[in-house]
């Protein structure tokens, strides 16, 4: 069973406490909710990064030349 942590910081006393379900529960949504922005994230750069290159692509050019055209 999955434990937590707890410290008293004025005496730095710590205490090993096994978590409960619903703690359980609520950690496992937080991991599948994490999981999925991270997922998302990756799409939303995936497709900036096939726009970006469908653009390059138009307009004939590298991303090195597109670089050199911005700086």
Same mark, same amino acid.
Not at 17 to 46: C, G, P, S, Y
């Given at each position: 069973?999955?434990?937590?942590?707890?410290?008293?910081?004025?005496? *730095?006393? &710590?205490?090993?406490?096994?978590?409960? =379900?619903?703690?359980?529960?609520?950690?496992? $949504?937080?991991?599948? =909710?994490?999981?999925?922005?991270? %997922?998302?994230?990756?799409?939303?750069?995936?497709? %900036? $990064? &096939?726009?970006?290159?469908?653009?390059?692509?138009? /307009? *004939?050019?590298?991303?090195?030349?597109?670089? /050199?055209?911005?700086?």
């Amino acid at each position: 069973m999955p434990h937590k942590v707890i410290v008293d910081c004025l005496t *730095g006393e &710590t205490t090993e406490v096994e978590l409960t =379900a619903a703690e359980i529960a609520d950690q496992e $949504a937080a991991q599948k =909710a994490a999981e999925a922005e991270r %997922k998302a994230q990756e799409l939303i750069a995936a497709a %900036k $990064a &096939t726009a970006k290159a469908a653009l390059l692509d138009k /307009l *004939g050019i590298t991303a090195e030349e597109a670089t /050199l055209l911005l700086s």
